[in-house]
């Protein structure tokens, strides 16, 4: 299989005041389609602005970040950018990020009306990712009426729902409890192993360590190990 994101000496710098803080410094790291794969790391080492990078949500001061072989982040446009999260990456977040007046089935579906999918199909995706994630009781609640663990749940079925090739999950365990925590583990790595959508997820989680194939740590703005499990 070929590399689904491909970082060449990647450094990203921030300027708070006269001050330039550099967060990444010079990351090289390539990963293959269909990679169950978790950057660890203490506070600070730059995993979420990693995250950020390979989800085009910003872009490196200097260094290559190339997605699905042919796409160099720094030389998208912003709708560029967009179309491209849109319609290849899922996004898992600690804090879930759910819209609190839609309900559960609702928020599953948003990110398909976004597309423009036709109400028909999206109907059934909605239906049988639900089902996916165990949640075919609770379509009609609102997130406030779930715990933590359903709403995570809800937010991973929200990130599969577009059947991307790549799903970012920054400490998607961080709030849960551990039962929770490795339900989700669970439906992430069902997804990996039956429909090969790679995985790349930030933890300080040991849980989540466990269950990764591969370990990348990042330390200081640079990779320090890169263990296959």
Same mark, same amino acid.
Do not use: W
């Given at each position: 299989?070929?590399?689904i $994101?491909e970082i060449?000496?990647? #450094? =990203? ?8 803080v550099?967060?990444?410094k010079? @990351? ?5 389609e269909?990679?169950f ?5 203490p506070s600070?080492?730059?995993?979420t ?5 390979i989800?085009?949500l910003?872009t490196?001061t ?6 699905f072989?042919?796409?160099?982040v720094?030389?998208l446009?912003d709708k560029?950018?967009?179309?491209l999260?849109?319609?290849r990456?899922g996004?898992i977040?600690q804090?879930?990020n759910?819209?609190?007046?839609l309900?559960?089935?609702e928020n599953?579906?948003f990110?398909l009306i976004?597309?423009? $999918?036709?109400?028909?199909?999206r #109907? =059934?995706?909605?239906a049988?990712?639900?089902?996916d994630?165990g949640l075919?009781?609770? @379509?009609g609640?609102?997130?406030d ?7 995570q ?6 990130a ?14 961080a709030?849960?409890?551990k039962?929770?925590?490795?339900n989700i583990?669970?439906?992430?790595k069902?997804?990996?192993e039956?429909?090969g ?6 933890t300080?989680?040991?849980r989540?360590?466990?269950h ?18």
């Open positions: 299989m070929g590399n $994101i060449k000496g990647a #450094k =990203k710098d921030y300027k708070l005041g006269k001050t330039t550099s967060a990444l010079g @990351v090289n790291l390539n990963v293959k269909g990679e794969m978790s950057i660890v790391g600070g080492s730059g995993k602005t990693l995250l950020n990078l989800g085009c910003d490196p200097s260094g290559l970040v190339k997605l072989g042919d796409h160099d720094s030389g446009t560029q950018a967009t179309i999260r849109r319609d990456i996004f977040f804090t879930f759910l819209i609190p007046v309900n559960v089935s599953i579906e990110p976004i597309q423009g $999918i036709k109400p028909e199909e #109907k =059934k995706r909605v049988e990712i639900i089902e994630v075919q009781e609770f @379509v609640h609102k997130p009426e779930l715990s933590g663990g359903q709403r749940r809800i937010a991973v079925a929200r599969l729902i577009t059947n991307p090739k790549l799903v970012l999950a920054d400490e998607p365990t709030n849960l409890d039962e929770n925590g490795l583990l669970r439906i992430m069902h997804m990996n039956e429909h959508v790679t995985f790349v997820f930030s300080h989680d040991q989540v360590m466990e990764a194939k591969r370990v990348v740590v990042l330390e200081d703005g640079v990779v320090t190990k890169d263990t296959v499990c």
